[in-house]
């Protein structure tokens, strides 16, 4: 049987913090893109962009309690390191593209 989840994941660190650890997809779901073409504006699909492919992170609130993954806590990063994400964000969208250029080829 068929498991519907087959993105893969992967993981870095930001630079403005050593100890970080995102988890990113590999891809942006069916669901994940309709909500990223409601956006507004280019920044605020960028953000929800990242929503979707921000799997998991470690950062917590002054009670030690998980933050989530939100576009309130996304606004709360440096901007060097929204950045470093929002570049990830462009690299995704270009391999897409290119994948969509070489199916229709087919």
Do not use: H
Request: proline letters at 4%; aromatic letters at 10%; charged letters at 35%.
């Amino acid at each position: 049987m068929p498991n519907f989840e087959i993105r893969k994941t992967s993981e870095l660190t930001l630079p403005s913090y050593p100890d970080s650890k995102i988890v990113l997809y590999d891809r942006i779901l069916a669901g994940g893109m309709e909500k990223i073409m409601s956006a507004k504006t280019d920044f605020e699909r960028g953000l929800f962009s990242l929503i979707e492919l921000i799997k998991d992170w470690n950062f917590v609130d002054d009670k030690g309690g998980k933050m989530q993954v939100s576009l309130e806590n996304l606004r709360k990063l440096p901007l060097k390191d929204l950045t470093f994400l929002m570049d990830k964000v462009r690299v995704f969208f270009t391999q897409e593209e290119k994948e969509g250029r070489k199916s229709s080829k087919k």
